[in-house]
């Protein structure tokens, strides 16, 4: 998937070259995803926060309620993203479907 087709790359990279819509999204995040076409079910809380130099943000998943072993070994191969901030700077993150 390329970072056209994948809105969350599309908004991370925006937040490293837009402090104003970085803060907006901080401020109110279902809405700004919203725009953006990232949808948030009715009921859920969004929290962003955003890594520094000295403080890295490990997200740990819900758990599924159940999964056969084809799902687990989907899961153990990772779904990890991985984007480059600048030469020797890569950050990776979680994306879902």
């Not at 962003?48 to 000295?54: C, F, N, P, S, Y």
């Not at 740990?60 to 779904?79: E, F, R, T």
């Not at 020797?88 to 979680?94: E, H, R, T």
């Amino acid at each position: 998937m390329t970072t056209a087709e994948n809105p969350m790359q599309k908004i991370i990279a925006r937040c490293w070259e837009d402090e104003e819509f970085k803060k907006r999204l901080m401020a109110d995040p279902a809405k700004i995803l919203g725009a953006e076409g990232v949808s948030v079910p009715d009921g859920v809380s969004i929290r962003v926060v955003e890594d520094t130099d000295q403080v890295r943000t490990l997200i740990i998943p819900l758990a599924p309620s159940h999964l056969d072993d084809d799902q687990l070994k989907g899961i153990a191969g990772g779904a990890i993203n991985r984007c480059k901030r600048n030469a020797n700077d890569f950050c990776d993150y979680w994306m879902f479907k």
